[in-house]
């Protein structure tokens, strides 16, 4: 359950920011509630990054192995989405400061695009574990350019041409490094064209 103070976060700009390093990231703006879940909440600091503050330990260790995987640039890392800062605020009290994605466009949520969805099972019933990622990719990668799903999704959201490849690789990563939350509800469209996962941990 997450800790009384921060559900009642009315003077959350007050509460502990000494505690987290925004010598890289200053606040350009009062934080923004984006939503809260089981383990936390968060909020928009400014036009690129988001705040969550959670308790789940389990989310806070994943949440580093995270990012020590895209600092060390390890394959499939590339795909991630970038976590710029990770650390305690208190006893059971955790953030990370991560990239903001655009979760819908005007006209339709990323959340209710079923053709997304679909090749994102797709992926996940089609990667085999004894081919090669580049195998892999390419295997994959033939069969959905048949078909209009692709080409729809990148109109939709303006995403750049790699987007699916790119996509295609994350999924496989995430796969690797024990993901099971791969579905449209934390999926969202970064500043540069592309389809990222926006949650870097999941909750057991």
Request: glycine residues 4%.
């Amino acid at each position: 359950v997450l800790k009384q103070e921060i559900i009642n976060h009315r003077e959350f700009k007050l509460l502990n920011l000494n505690k987290i390093n925004f010598n890289l990231i200053p606040l350009s703006s009062r934080p923004i509630v984006l939503g809260k879940g089981s383990d936390g909440m968060a909020f928009k600091i400014n036009d690129s990054q988001v705040l969550k503050i959670f308790t789940s330990r389990f989310a806070f260790d994943k949440s580093i192995e995270a990012q020590e995987r895209i600092f060390k640039n390890e394959p499939g890392a590339k795909n991630e989405a970038m976590i710029y800062d990770i650390g305690e605020l208190g006893e059971n009290v955790y953030y990370y400061i991560i990239e903001l994605m655009k979760t819908e466009t005007e006209t339709d949520k990323i959340y209710y695009n079923n053709d997304l969805e679909e090749i994102i099972k797709f992926v996940e019933n089609n990667y085999f574990r004894n081919k090669s990622l580049d195998d892999n990719k390419k295997y994959i990668l033939n069969i959905l350019n048949q078909t209009d799903m692709a080409s729809q999704i990148k109109a939709d959201y303006n995403l750049k041409d790699n987007w699916l490849e790119n996509l295609i690789e994350e999924i496989i990563h995430k796969i690797n490094t024990g993901r099971t939350d791969l579905h449209t509800g934390n999926i969202g469209v970064t500043n540069y064209g592309q389809l990222r996962f926006f949650d870097p941990v999941f909750v057991e």
